[in-house]
């Protein structure tokens, strides 16, 4: 590609690049950043919990009591921390998409295959031919609708294998406020990370 035609081509969309380039700075500036420290507050299906740090002689773990997220380990390793509270999500995104996944299917009578946990930026959600289905544990940090309409977009797609007229009429059905949720997810999604 000869360089001014390059040169062209930005300059044609200057207005544009500029407008994404700010949109991304406006997006990294309202981004979280987790510090791992005791007495701060995480989300969880739209409420918050709070940390509590404990130095032990013990392998990095994390639970929950009440509304507390424990996690104990040998040192303050704030990246250990981190890994031990997303294996906390992960977990807790196994059970309750293996359960709201079982319910729905139960209800429209249909097969599910294999549930996995997976870690990704932006896709939440996705279904194979084989009806396994896919999930982002970062939607544990959502409102519990928005895991809801991911829950009722992926269990359609065991039915109807696209985004056409019959799948979103059945979305509808389902969830009837799923595009208010979709742009949610559109606008929100990048926040959903610790």
């Not at 740090?53 to 390793?77: H, M, P, Q, W």
């Not at 549930?115 to 990704?120: F, L, R, Y």
């Amino acid at each position: 590609m000869p360089e001014r035609f390059a040169h062209s081509f930005v300059e044609s969309r200057a207005s544009w690049i500029k407008k994404q380039l700010l949109l991304q700075q406006k997006k990294h500036e309202a981004k979280q950043i987790y510090t791992f420290e005791t007495g701060e507050r995480i989300p969880f299906l739209g409420t918050e919990l709070t940390l509590s740090i404990a130095e032990k002689n013990t392998k990095t773990l994390a639970y929950r009591y009440g509304e507390t997220l424990f996690v104990s380990c040998r040192d303050a390793d704030k990246e250990k921390i981190r890994l031990a509270i997303h294996q906390w999500y992960k977990n807790q995104a196994k059970i309750l998409f293996e359960r709201e996944v079982r319910i729905l299917a139960d209800r429209l009578d249909v097969a599910v295959g294999k549930i996995t946990i997976k870690n990704q930026k932006s896709l939440w959600g996705s279904c194979s031919r084989k009806g396994n289905l896919n999930f982002n544990w970062r939607l544990l940090l959502a409102p519990p609708q928005i895991v809801q309409y991911i829950v009722v977009h992926e269990v359609v797609h065991l039915i109807h294998h696209n985004h056409g007229e019959k799948f979103w009429s059945l979305v509808s059905r389902l969830c009837p406020q799923y595009q208010e949720y979709d742009g949610w997810l559109k606008q929100n999604g990048f926040l959903l990370d610790v």
